[in-house]
């Protein structure tokens, strides 16, 4: 499919049927990938041949002209499939919003055009530095030649071994946040794949370091005063996507697992398992889970639609960052849903079953330990207390988090 292939317009077709023949086949060996730790480098080649990367794009650029509540339940479905596909995209799709979402410029078009071209676009943002929270150790300076050139060690580069460029979030010789497009192929980009978690392994989420990488002038953009976005709501909306499509393949499993099950228990209740009272009550359960997940990030996808037009219509400021808090807020509480409610089913999903469930080739476990990482990105207790404290003492739910030494709080460059 190229770049150009025309698409129905938004609201007359399902985007889920049209992708998934080839989510269902970048997913047919999911588990056999985990289990030999074999990086999807042809399964993203694949979606990127399907227009998945550029579904968010309008059909003049070779997209669908996706909203925000439909990519969320592409993304939900291809993490149905296989989780660590979603989530590797997570930049690539922030990246685009934003672009979509930007004032009309040279800049922006040319962004948009990357994407049409069919580029991925992935993260650098994360460090293990001393820097001070918000801040960064990665430096943009001038050499003595006038060229601008990029250094630092970044983690956590989730995507960015898949992708053709990469975002690279950095501070520039006054100390101000700045954003670097940099291509992954560039003299001087080295990508290590080294990431080492127990879940999410092949997201290509290991270190990128930049050693005097060559940058130029259009590929810097500098954080000045901005208009309130809902960036951050977009990034952790995607993570709670792939938990809800975690959730929906935990009920995959469980059904298919039960409906094969020809061995019974002495105590049981029915001479089959699929029969069985205490079975079925289980499966139920874990459907229940598995939309209460649905439902919460439906929720805030819709809030993000409504975000974006209100953006693109050009509401003042002040109605803009109300509509953004508002959505903050919900962002937090459906991850206080979503990510409770996916590993509560991903445990209970051994209740199906005796000892078979745990068997290594079914990796059953892959439901919890995918969960349970995407779930340590930012700690649920952080995001209850900000709810209470909203409630409590009217205090805003922050929207920007970031890690970092202890110090002054810097608010993130937008990567």
């Known amino acids: 499919m190229t770049a150009g292939t025309a698409w129905a ?3 007359q077709r399902d985007l889920v049927a049209r992708f998934a023949p080839v989510f269902d086949e970048v997913g047919a060996d999911a588990v056999a ?18 227009g998945f990367t550029r579904v968010t794009l309008p059909a003049g650029l070779g997209g669908a002209g996706a909203t925000r509540s439909e990519l969320f339940d592409l993304l939900a479905e291809l993490a149905r499939r296989d989780p660590n596909l979603a ?16 004032p009309a410029s ?3 078009e040319a962004n948009l055009a990357l994407v049409a071209a069919g580029k991925i676009v992935g993260n650098a943002s994360h460090e293990r530095s001393a820097a001070i929270v918000g801040s960064y150790a990665t430096r943009l300076t001038t050499g003595a030649d006038g060229a601008l050139r990029l250094d630092g060690t970044k983690y956590y580069s989730t995507g960015t071994l898949f992708a053709d460029v990469v975002s690279v979030a950095a501070q520039d010789e006054d100390g101000e946040p700045v954003s670097v497009l940099v291509p992954t192929d560039a003299p001087g980009v080295r990508r290590v794949d080294d990431w080492t978690g127990f879940g999410q392994r092949l997201t290509g989420s290991g270190t990128t370091v930049f050693d005097g990488v060559a940058v130029t002038p259009d590929a ?4 000045r005063a901005a208009r309130p976005s809902h960036g951050s709501a977009f990034v952790q909306l995607v993570l709670l996507a792939v938990a809800a499509g975690i959730g929906r393949a935990v009920v995959d499993d469980a059904t298919a697992f039960v409906r094969a099950r020809t061995r019974a228990y002495s105590h049981g209740s029915a001479a089959t398992a699929r029969e069985d009272p205490i079975v079925q009550e ?4 874990l459907d229940a889970l598995r939309f209460a997940a649905d ?5 805030v996808a819709r809030s993000l639609d409504a975000s974006a037009a209100a953006a693109a219509a ?6 803009l960052a109300r509509i953004v808090a508002a959505l903050d807020a919900d962002t937090a509480r459906a991850q206080l849903i979503v990510l409770r409610s996916v590993l509560d089913a991903a445990t209970q999903l051994f209740e199906v079953g005796g000892a078979s469930a745990t068997d290594t080739g079914l990796a059953l476990d892959r439901h919890w330990r995918n969960a349970r990482t995407v779930a340590s990105h930012n700690p649920a207790r952080y995001k209850a207390r900000s709810l209470g404290g909203l409630l409590l003492t009217d205090v805003p739910v922050a929207g920007w988090w970031s890690t970092g030494e202890s110090g002054h709080r810097a608010r993130p460059a937008e990567g």
Do not use: I, M, W
């Open 9 to 11: 317009p938004t609201g």
């Open 33 to 50: 990938r985990e289990r030999d730790r074999r990086l999807p480098y042809a399964e993203v080649e694949a979606l990127r041949e399907a």
């Open 87 to 102: 989530q590797l995209f997570r930049s690539h799709f922030a990246f685009v919003d934003r672009s979509l979402l930007a």
């Open 106 to 108: 040279e800049r922006r």
């Open 220 to 223: 810097v953009q500098r954080h």
């Open 282 to 285: 289980t499966v139920g359960e």
């Open 295 to 299: 439902a919460a990030v439906a929720h």
């Open 314 to 319: 050009g509401v003042d400021d002040q109605e």
